[in-house]
């Protein structure tokens, strides 16, 4: 399956005040999935929330930006 996410950064702003937290979608040793909905879209979107303590205490915040950057390109 090909997923395409795009976000135009000046139409879409998605802000903590304008999303909402449908349900959890799965848990990892770093963190955990949220689906949210934007309320100025009315789009659905996953959001990853990484638990920055255990990524600095295994050493791999270079892997994580690495990760984080291959969805921004």
């Known amino acids: 399956m090909n997923y395409k996410f795009e976000l135009k950064a000046d139409e879409d702003k ?3 005040e304008n999303i909402k937290v449908m349900k959890s979608l799965g848990q990892g040793q770093f963190g955990k999935v949220y689906l949210i ?3 100025a879209t ?3 979107y996953a ?4 638990k920055k303590k255990a990524v600095i205490e295994q050493g ?3 892997h994580i930006k690495v990760y984080k950057n ?3 390109q």
């Open 37 to 39: 909905k934007c309320d």
């Open 42 to 44: 009315t789009n659905y």
């Open 14 to 16: 998605i802000t903590i």
């Open 70 to 72: 291959s969805y921004f």
């Open 60 to 62: 791999i915040e270079k």
């Open 47 to 50: 959001l990853k929330i990484v």
